[in-house]
């Protein structure tokens, strides 16, 4: 299905009156203030956040996996769900796959198909956590980090296939989650596994095409228990200064252990040059893949006022990041999820920007920390969803998105179309 | 040094225009919702927070203290900054002593001042994890835990002296936060500890007066890093259940390890009739002491959440909850942040009233999570700052505490009075 | 295929005299010391570990699954699989079963087979986490919390009918271990569900046989992410409480947040005679179910040491508590991976009976924490694994069972018997 | 006072016996293995930890300091007291001065005192977190991070006089553990401040003897508690890596986020040849200083693991790390809590050089991590006490220090000389 702009310009209409008296009203109390909204807006609409292919079927734990409906069946379906979000955000306009779940059989056709939705192909993923049925080695005791050269080989050559894939559809970056660690104390030769590692992802780095990017996660633990080779930002960004220039540290917010500062990490980054991508969710305990902002807004609006920082300073060397969302969901439904993801980060990003910089620096600069508290809580307080439904508005979206997806009975036509037992593939 | 109301009067002529626009608007949304906002702000009006005596100075940690001036040197002294404050936010109507370090020399004087400001005493604060000069045996290895039935003895004594203290100034109420713990494994009989404790707090509740309650607080570590006598709530909620119907658990936002659910155990406290009061401050690694709000406002809200919920639930047999700041200002001025964490509370408080708790109800028993959430975040991304500040204006406080503070030149006039280096008693 | 007793035998035959040796300096040295060396060896004989039937194939994790091969296919083939470990360790003598997963088909068949291994039937286990093909509601969103009454009806039923396949096996234990939780902030009314879980509990209390007990476990996350209904010790404590003297709070090792001290939660637990087990496993980040004692060795010794010090207080009320292994082998072969995980059990225990206690409780009273470092350290660094070996050999189990069953190529055989592909059922 | 070695070997005749059967018994077990005892016995004897000169008082938290009696007055005396431990064990033959503490008067007296006791100078500790009286600026908002040029420049000048007063002592090495950090978002700017942090360590650098090493800490928080400049072994690295060759990292096991893997770090700082020293002490919380060894002894163990595998591969580039004890006695007596934490590092050393590498390293190779974890508990298991028993009787030290410490009621001679009341010059 698709939604039609006739269907989202009368569902505006219902609260069109409300949104401009609260638009008028925090615009002008911005306009006094000396910010140019047009600007600010037009900052917001630019802003746009990739959806991962397998977020938008149901996702589960160890102990279960408790299914939705309508799930899409087949990459079209999936860039159409993806395409059904930016219809309603228009602040979703891209797709990031995975390989092997998502290998196109028509690249052209899928390309005219993304078109369509005004959808492009973001960053490639490729999954050296899973043995695939034809695979002649297992991954059960790592990839590019095993001790053994067959199975590393393998898992270079399925990147560099991961590369061509994305190449054909446009991508113009690889992202290396590598689940590779250990669960037991002695398992694994910490070393030997980082240097292998090394070497492994330096054949990777040389098969990508010359205005390619590699980015590299990081995680602590999971699905191993004890260790993984790329631990913490420094090995990844350890790993991301041997490779080159072109090779940079992903950041997952979920990804670290508890009490992490994380928005501290970032400045780094940003600093040496190196922050390459995003992958936003939310958490409490662990990697929870949970909807964005849903546990922790305050932090998220910690690492965008870095992130903003890092932008908009004129003497980064940092290259604009790549944003995506990755979680996982379980119990609501995936698309309204990402609806509430989205508007979660463009509400951190919207505060971010209206953070009174000038006067932040010279509160820090005197060592003043509760002016500076002040400034960051000034901008965190305002209700800055009036600026996010007018950019959405002007760019012919829902001013209410998630009011507007159940007053389509999205689900309930997608279940129509797809069935109530369709399982996203790859899950 | 006293702020009088024509200061404040002629430093909110400064803001009020904008104050009355903004509140016109809010006011006006939140009447269309059906929100009595009349009764909204009474509310807010009548929720008081304690001050600490030990929260007017600067704090320090095991490496070092840097203080600022103008520190109060006397329990007189103390009084005032709360009155200072109170002048301010009117928000701030009590002060919690601390005994030894707060002794009236004379009860009558003390109180008299209190009431000049408009101040009553809150819960006292009994120490017993400090050697006090005169003192005949050490708490190094514990007081109401102790293995020596004197230290024990001394203890409890102790604490029945606090409760004479309070009942002379007008207390209704003991807080026993005991350090009492070990710091190796091995070192303490974990079930004679807790069983000697519960017998010294049976004493202790024996000689409450009988309009008085016993707070009993728990933490999981420090400044004993092994292990405490009372880790949890659980531990407390024991105690106070075998204590009696005035024996209650109180909540340190601080006291908990990485990543607990708050929320949910002052949920199932108040369930079971047994939250006593909280002690307010956040924190990002363990009990930081840091100002309210500072760096999870989303869980302060989600805490209150719970306590309304709670508070307004006809058939709760909680009583209402002491509400008290516990922080440590170290590098801000103590009176600045106090203005901080008191309006951050006030947020929190506003922002959970303004949950929609028919529709939250109705989207939890059909299990929607997406509406619950959309719910709670629509009331948390609400500026409620035009209530906080109406509620002042109405109340014949500052709309800006803090602006108004720094215009006076509040803590130059302090210096001035009390000289650079005064130290606060019991620092 | 079943081990014999010859070739236990024949194998042990290798490592006798290195054995005797060992054994003979360790136990002279703990004559000198007045160690009743062959009472103690007694105490370790007796003391019997179930092996839950989910932990005898490969676990996953939501990533993946990497079997191995030569599964158990059958209940039968799991109690035979028991019985493999049993024939080496004579330590293993109980299985637990997991209904639905381990209906048997033919109870007598079933206890006769296990008898014919030396195996009895330990605590049943209720599945209330995953939907189960034929069921009519579904738990997505909760089972004994669940706020649909039929939801809670189907639970409460499948419970009841867990003891009814318990009672036929001859066991004498329910273990309730409930997902129930939520992963988003509002989804829940805590009250609520705590009071529909207590009520739900009450009905399966009422129907257990009068000398049964309910084992109620807790846990803070996973598989939910925000809540667990029974988050910790204090919850499942207050509700082991309000349901009845044979209601016990179970302790995982694996199911508690960063830093908790497990081991004064048993010791309070035994003080108020409601420790009704144990599920051992090992973690380093979450409830990662590793083999026992492969992490954190001294914590299960200090564990241990709080056991027995319950165990042996003749004033305890504290039945004898159920102890089972709780694991998931993602990476090692699972039998080998119980036999470590009893050894290490075993090797704590055996290091805890060591400890003398007549010292450290006198330590402890003069409140010398290096002497009670000292007492627990020496006892710890005792190396005991003679003492275990012995015990087996007069059990007629192998001194080294890991080599025993290398030796034998068990697994290689099971495989051949049992095939590559098979996956055990449940899993 | 002194301990004369006539003492020692009056002492060591109580236990010599014992010892001889225990050594012979666990000697010849060994060599049947193929171990060099010999050897082994050479390597932990030349294994010698520094004690730092803070570590000898009783030292406090936040909430109180409980003193003990006899502490050293002088820099004289603290030397006399790493000298009692020496004779005592012989394995503590460094003192790790911190200035301005520990600034001599007579630097040749206090080097041929030290010389006196077998004793040398380690590494010098400098102090930037703390205001000494005279001082000009304050570091209440750091120190070489701070946005005053002028507050910097004096913690410039300190450690290059911290350096000059190392090297008339004949030093090699400075370790800047910097506390600079913020305890508010917003508070500071991330990235200004660690370049300041990296111009300043420059200077300090540049002013270094030639032979010198720097070792820069890093500490995830306290006494900051929201950020730390130097939050991460990642950030340590960046500066060390920015610095140059004689730059290193420092770990301070306490001194990482709850579950973090040191042992990898340390793995991975060897592989760069960036591991410059160790401060050894165990926690559970955090920072918690406590007795090396109290609480996670086979976390200690690992950490060793990867250490002897470094420090025994003849590719590494890293030079021979120092190793130094940082702990804080709050309620042991300090040179028992010194003993008793040294014999924990010698017993995780020797464990260490214990595990069979060759078949370690097959076991990884053939990815058994069942075999792996095997021969890593094998080693831990292992009794090694009468080994390092018998390095020191080799060296003319006690067989068991602490009962010879006891014995010779060291402590109370102290008090005697140097009264109940002393306190440690700096604490």
Known sequence: MRIDAEFIQSHNGKTLSDHRESFAYLSGK???????????????????????????????????????????????????DVGLLHALNRASGAISLHIPW???????????????????????????????PAQAHSYKFGSLCHTSHAVRQQAIDHNLEVIRH??????????VWLADGSSFPGQMNFRKALQRTLDSLKEIYAGMPEDWK????????????????IQDWGTSHLLASELGDRAFTLVDLGHHLPNTNIEQIVATLMMRGKLGGFHFNDSKFGDDDL?????????????????????????????????????????????????????????????????????????????????????????????????????????????????????????????????????????
Chains 1, 2, 3, 4 share one sequence.
Request: aromatic share 8%; proline share 6%; no cysteine.
């Open 102 to 132: 998502d290998i196109p059989s028509d690249v052209d056709a899928i390309k005219a198909h993304a078109a369509s939705h005004g959808l492009v192909f973001d960053a490639v993923n490729s999954n050296t956590f899973q043995d695939q």
């Open 166 to 175: 994305g190449e054909a559809l446009g991508s113009k970056s690889l992202t």
């Open 291 to 427: 909807t964005v902002g849903a546990l922790k807004p305050y932090q998220l609006f910690l690492i965008f006022n870095e992130l903003v920082e890092g932008m908009e300073d004129p003497r980064s060397t940092n290259p604009s990041p790549a944003w995506m969302i990755d979680a996982s969901h379980n119990l609501k439904d995936p698309l309204e999820d990402l609806l509430q993801s989205v508007e979660a980060i463009q509400l951190a990003y919207a505060q971010a920007l209206l953070i009174d910089r000038p006067r932040l620096e010279e509160a820090r600069e005197s060592n003043d920390p509760a002016k500076a508290q002040e400034l960051l809580q000034d901008a965190h307080r305002t209700d800055v969803r009036p600026l996010i439904a007018e950019a959405r508005l002007r760019a012919g979206a829902a001013i209410q998105p998630i009011e507007a997806f159940r007053a389509l009975e999205v689900r309930k036509r997608l279940i129509e179309e797809r069935g109530a037992k369709s399982i996203s593939t790859g899950l």
């Open 214 to 229: 590699l980015f590299v996660e990081y995680k602590p633990y999971e699905p191993y228990f004890y260790s993984t080779v």
């Open 30 to 80: 911005l306009d006094r203030k000396g910010v140019d909204v047009s600007g600010f807006i037009q900052k917001i609409s630019k802003f746009q956040i990739a959806i991962p292919s397998w977020a938008l079927g149901t996702g589960g734990t160890r102990f279960g996996r408790f299914p939705g409906g309508g799930e899409p069946r087949s990459l079209e379906e999936k860039v159409d």
